[in-house]
Nanobody, 121 residues
Framework: QVQLVESGGGSVQAGGSLRLSCAASGRTFSRYAIAWFRQAPGKGREFRAAISRSGDTTYYADSVKGRFTISRDNAKNTVYLQMDSLKPEDTAVYYC??????????????WGQGTQVTVSS
């Protein structure tokens, strides 16, 4: 089992940057692929990015390619989402999630509580 805690959300102007962190408990963090999803009011959870257990392979939604970068530090039990060139449409609650293999849909076993990202124009 793993527990996830997101941090790093906040309010920025369009064109700005934020770095989200997803800190995990437990000694088995490297056994889990990690993904970031977002959820806007009234909508479902939407895939943003994912990273394999080793960190060798990354996946991105088309709308964030070239703007977001996912990375992980297994020694620190943490995954990061660097978000650059933010747009107002990026506004949402961002969640990290864990499962044994990467999926681009929200069928993940473990979820954090979410962190709010607000981008103003």
């Amino acid at each position: 089992q793993v527990q996830l805690v997101e941090s790093g959300g906040g309010s920025v102007q369009a064109g700005g940057s934020l770095r989200l962190s997803c800190a995990a408990s437990g000694r088995t963090f490297s056994r889990y692929a990690i993904a970031w999803f977002r959820q806007a009011p009234g909508k479902g959870r939407e895939f943003r990015a994912a990273i394999s257990r080793s960190g060798d392979t990354t996946y991105y939604a088309d709308s964030v390619k070239g703007r977001f970068t996912i990375s992980r530090d297994n020694a620190k039990n943490t995954v990061y989402l660097q978000m650059d060139s933010l747009k107002p449409e990026d506004t949402a609650v961002y969640y990290c999630a864990a499962r044994s293999q990467v999926l681009l849909s929200p069928q993940y076993d473990y979820w954090g509580q979410g962190t709010q990202v607000t981008v103003s124009s």
